[in-house]
């Protein structure tokens, strides 16, 4: 994660949140899914995209599949894009 996430804030309501950059000043709607990656990627921080993935599914009671994975890649790439989230 960026150096910045002491200024991020993060709202949950049931499995969805929002989080707000300080920094930056923007604002992401997390839906459950993402929610979940996430808290994931927090909670393991220097797993790799296999490893995230495999924790989530487990996380969800969900088969891992390979459209899982390639979900979560998808997800990860966004949460990254966002800025929520640094490249390996």
Known sequence: ??????TRLLKCWGD???VYDGESGDTHYLKPLTLALYQ?????????PDAIAIALARRLD???TPQFRELVEDVLAELEKIGLLESP
Do not use: K, L, Y
Request: with cysteine; hydrophobic share 35%; proline share 5%.
């Open 16 to 18: 969805e949140a929002v």
């Open 1 to 6: 994660m960026h150096g910045a996430a002491a």
């Open 40 to 48: 994931t990627c927090r909670e393991h921080p220097q797993s790799t």
């Open 62 to 64: 969900v088969h891992d």
